[in-house]
């Protein structure tokens, strides 16, 4: 991405306005965070993996809740969108084309998350970013949406240890 100039280019606006950015990017974290409470209900569990909430209570714990937020909704958002939905989704169009990259950038999307009752709504999140990325030409649709789930779970979080 650095070496072609994208970067920069999925990084800036786009070619959505930023009232359509913002708006797909709530509707999306909504339906999203919706997929996984489903989920989560049918398969006995909670709807932030084990070890993730272990982290999550691990950092606010010892540093607060704006440590969280910063890290685990903001960073870490940034960091696998670049890499999922910037890096490999782009690599994997020059061999399989658009819809086949965003397969594969989606499934490793979820792999990654390894967790047996929730990777398909990681696998269904990665599929729908990758789909706006590429129809918007900007990962700020699907950072909007990232940001927000994860910030909904530290924020959760927050609420419930209090």
Known sequence: LVARGRTRRLLGAGRWSARRTLTTG???????????????????????PEPTLEMLESVQQTFGLSANLLWAALLT????????????????????????????QAALFGLAHAHAILSPAFFVLGLAAGR???????????????????????????????
């Open 26 to 48: 709530v509707l999306l974290a909504v339906g999203l965070r919706l997929i996984v409470f489903a989920l989560a209900r049918a398969g006995g569990g909670s709807p932030t």
């Open 77 to 104: 958002p940034i960091t696998e969108e670049v890499l999922f939905r910037g890096i490999l989704r782009e690599a994997f169009a020059t061999r399989l084309g658009d819809r086949l990259a965003n397969v594969a």
């Open 132 to 162: 706006v990325t590429q129809a918007s030409g900007s990962l700020r649709t699907a950072l909007v949406a990232h940001v927000l789930i994860n910030a909904f779970a530290c924020l959760a979080l927050a609420y419930l240890s209090a």
